[in-house]
């Protein structure tokens, strides 16, 4: 089955750029879905397809996909930008959604 | 406005059985799939499955498939998901997810609050 691989954590400080990675074989052919993910709450769609951004969510998160990895950046971050950041795909082959394995982002 | 309200924690002993709900409003339910995730205490989301209320077409993850159940009850609106004999490994929080409109790919735009199962003797 399909396999995505995230740093467990990601370090940054406030007003700074978050970049947060999701390796896969040939992930830029898949389309990517990112989560953002607060202590003690349910999952927030913030990035889909790729790089669009659902209504609500701040111009400054981001996303990229190209060869086997898939990025998503967070611009000038502030302390609430701080959680838990899951990606995801659809993988066409098996039909089946795959979660990326979840990256912690402390903003120092 | 859309909303997926899940049903209350739940503890159970090992061997017993549980039905967990996930009841929809605020859009056409069904003409959109809705998909559970667990989370075990500590670790990160696994999708388990996902079911068409239109026409309970279901498809499971491997890792669940033959462990639960995933239904849905049009009529009400309500997802459920269900276990027949429940073991210490369950214990998870639940959560129930919309998946958005498209055939491209599986986003899951709207999420239940989640409900928490403990399974303990």
């Known amino acids: 089955s399909y396999v995505m691989t995230q740093p467990p954590s990601v370090s940054v400080a406030p007003g700074k750029t978050a970049r947060i990675t999701c390796g896969g074989n040939?992930?830029?052919?898949?389309?990517v879905h990112w989560y953002q993910q607060k202590p003690g709450q349910a999952p927030v769609l913030v990035i889909y397809?790729?790089?669009d951004r659902p209504s609500g969510i701040p111009e400054r998160f981001s996303g990229s996909n190209s060869g086997n990895t898939a990025t998503l950046t967070i611009s000038r971050v502030e302390a609430g930008d701080e959680a838990d950041y899951y990606c995801?795909?659809?993988?066409?082959?098996?039909?089946?959604?795959?979660f990326g394995g979840g990256t912690k982002l402390t903003v120092l | 406005e859309v909303q997926l309200v899940q049903s209350g924690a739940e503890v159970k002993k090992p061997g017993e059985s549980l039905k967990i709900s996930c009841k929809a409003s605020?859009?056409?339910?069904?003409?959109?799939?809705i998909g559970w995730v667990r989370q075990m205490p500590g670790k990160g989301l696994e999708w388990m499955g996902i079911?068409?209320?239109?026409?309970?077409?279901?498809r499971y993850s491997p890792s669940f498939q033959g462990q639960v159940t995933i239904s849905a009850d049009k009529s009400i609106s309500t997802a459920y998901l269900q276990w027949s004999s429940l073991k210490a490994s369950d214990t998870a929080m639940y959560y129930c997810?919309?998946?958005?409109?498209?055939?491209?790919?599986?986003?899951?735009?709207?999420w239940g609050q989640g409900t928490l199962v403990t399974v303990s003797s």
């Open positions: 605020g859009y056409s339910f069904t003409s959109y799939w």
């Open positions: 040939n992930i830029g052919s898949k389309s």
């Open positions: 397809y790729d790089n």
């Open positions: 997810a919309r998946k958005s409109l498209g055939s491209g790919s599986y986003v899951f735009d709207y």
């Open positions: 079911v068409y209320p239109g026409d309970s077409d279901t």
């Open positions: 995801q795909v659809w993988d066409s082959s098996s039909d089946h959604v795959v």
